[in-house]
């Protein structure tokens, strides 16, 4: 991955800056910026809201929320009234109308007046129907210069139709070269030493292929539910919310080959050929490869459909997934026949994103007892790298064989504060570097492959399969692996 330069002065305009993504993960990621010294001193952070706030209220109200977070360390009063002077507030209202004069474009205007020669960053932490409209009248107020830059927050529409559309919306306006669309899974410490995992080392590359792997495992597994956000997770569900953006960007990392740079375009090519390489889910495969659950009730947590919400359940509710798991597969000749196991869901054991690399067991083994090698890459909680090897048992008589894993630990090995995903992928937009997102081509290609998905379950008359909140999903996530003599790897490292 390139590295990242030093960023101009900017201004970041943060369409619904007020809301729960730009509080909680968009603020304190750019105070932490601040704080070690990554923004230029004239760089402004504009919030734009239809809260009707001035920018001392605003201030006051990052002040309380995410100070009173803990984001903010109790030793740096100072740093952190000098972020607060950083931040603005400009009410506008996109569906007010469209004109220039409209809905609070002038108050933009002005703010931006006579600052056109410093990078401009729209960011846009709002729902995906929006980005068009904005786009074009923040293109019509006149904001939009050649040193703009637009940052898109998943999900981008809800199939390759409605993707397509925003995509030609957003076009129209901004150069894809000017177009971030974010994926903080892409910003995680691990997931970015994956990359050098496999292409700074020499001794993974010759058994990274369909002759030493015997599988492959991406979890996201969530702890909580969906408490106050049903009305969203309706129209989304787990397939949509994870699997298209999150699980699907992490096989490519896995399955890419070496690209031949590494510059700014080189690794997303390798990683639109692996979505375009997956082999298709259709028609009665569907079933075969795929399972959908949803979380009912048990002691202690309620099921989906319990939850508290404004509105009461509906049909869309109760045939809406929770939990997902497919078996995919990339047809090439490096991954030919290794099963790809995604699986997401929500009121799952324990919180954890990982991928699991298992590898074959040894051609012939002259002890009794082992198990094969498996490589655990945690991207959270306690990000880390585990290679399980099998080692002998201390003590004498026959010899015992017992897996234990070479750890690398970030917290422990690297002495510095590891950044957020958020940070890293700011301060990529900040300095025009492209390479951790995800182009047009890439979107489209992982719609392609998810829609005959979506569109089979959707027309389903059943509902998903139930699973006890807590629990490990339902009982044919299970069967998805034991048909073929497998199992979910659920083990806790430390």
């Not at 971030?180 to 080392?201: C, M, P, S």
């Not at 094969?372 to 991207?379: E, F, K, S, T, Y």
């Amino acid at each position: 991955m390139p590295s990242t330069a030093a960023p101009h002065s900017a201004d970041l305009i943060v369409f619904g800056g007020t809301g729960d993504l730009s509080m909680r993960k968009l603020l304190p990621a750019l105070y932490h910026a601040d704080r070690d010294g990554r923004l230029a001193p004239e760089t402004r952070v504009i919030a734009l809201s239809r809260g009707g706030l001035t920018d001392a209220d605003f201030r006051g109200k990052v002040d309380a929320e995410v100070r009173g977070a803990g984001t903010v360390p109790a030793g740096d009063p100072e740093g952190w009234r000098r972020f607060l002077l950083r931040l603005h507030h400009v009410s506008l209202d996109v569906t007010g109308g469209d004109g220039p004069e409209a809905a609070g474009w002038s108050a933009v205007r002005e703010l931006l007046a006579g600052q056109e020669e410093r990078d401009r960053i729209f960011y846009l932490a709002s729902p995906p129907m929006t980005f068009g409209p904005f786009c074009r009248q923040a293109h019509r107020a006149g904001l939009v210069t050649p040193r703009s830059r637009v940052v898109l927050e998943k999900p981008l529409g809800r199939d390759l139709a409605s993707a397509q559309g925003i995509n030609d919306e957003v076009g129209e306006i901004f150069e894809e070269s000017q177009i971030f669309r974010i994926d903080h899974y892409l910003g995680k410490e691990t997931v970015q030493n994956l990359l050098v995992l496999r292409f700074a080392n020499a001794f993974l590359e010759p058994i990274w292929n369909s002759l030493w792997i015997d599988h492959v495992q991406i979890t996201a597994a969530e702890t909580v539910g969906t408490p106050g956000r049903r009305g969203y997770y309706d129209h989304a569900g787990a397939l949509r919310d994870m699997v298209q953006n999150h699980l699907l960007q992490l096989l490519c990392l896995v399955a890419m080959e070496p690209p031949s740079r590494n510059d700014r375009e080189s690794i997303r090519d390798e990683k639109v050929k692996v979505l375009q390489s997956l082999r298709p889910i259709t028609g009665s495969e569907v079933d075969r490869f795929t399972v959908r659950g949803q979380y009912s009730a048990a002691p202690g947590m309620p099921g989906y459909l319990d939850e508290p919400a404004s509105t009461p359940p509906t049909e869309l509710s109760h045939r809406v997934e929770t939990f997902a798991a497919i078996r995919a597969e990339v047809k090439n000749w490096r991954w030919a026949g290794v099963p790809f196991y995604l699986r997401t869901g929500k009121r799952l054991p324990s919180r954890r994103s990982e991928i699991v690399v298992q590898f074959k067991d040894v051609p012939h083994s002259i002890f009794a007892g082992g198990t094969p090698n498996r490589l655990v890459l945690r991207l959270q909680p306690s990000e880390g790298i585990h290679l399980h090897i099998m080692a002998k048992e201390p003590g004498a008589g026959e010899v015992a064989l017992r897996p234990v894993p070479l750890s690398l630990s970030f917290a422990q090995t690297f002495a510095s504060r590891v950044p957020d995903a958020y940070e890293r992928l700011l301060m990529d937009v900040m300095a025009g570097n492209p390479t951790l997102f995800m182009r047009r081509d890439e979107v489209e290609a992982a719609w392609q492959w998810i829609d005959p998905i979506l569109s089979t379950w959707e027309s389903y008359g059943t509902p998903p399969e139930p699973y006890p909140a807590g629990s490990y999903g339902p009982p044919s996530a299970h069967e998805l692996l034991a048909r073929s003599g497998r199992a979910w790897h659920e083990e806790e490292l430390a």
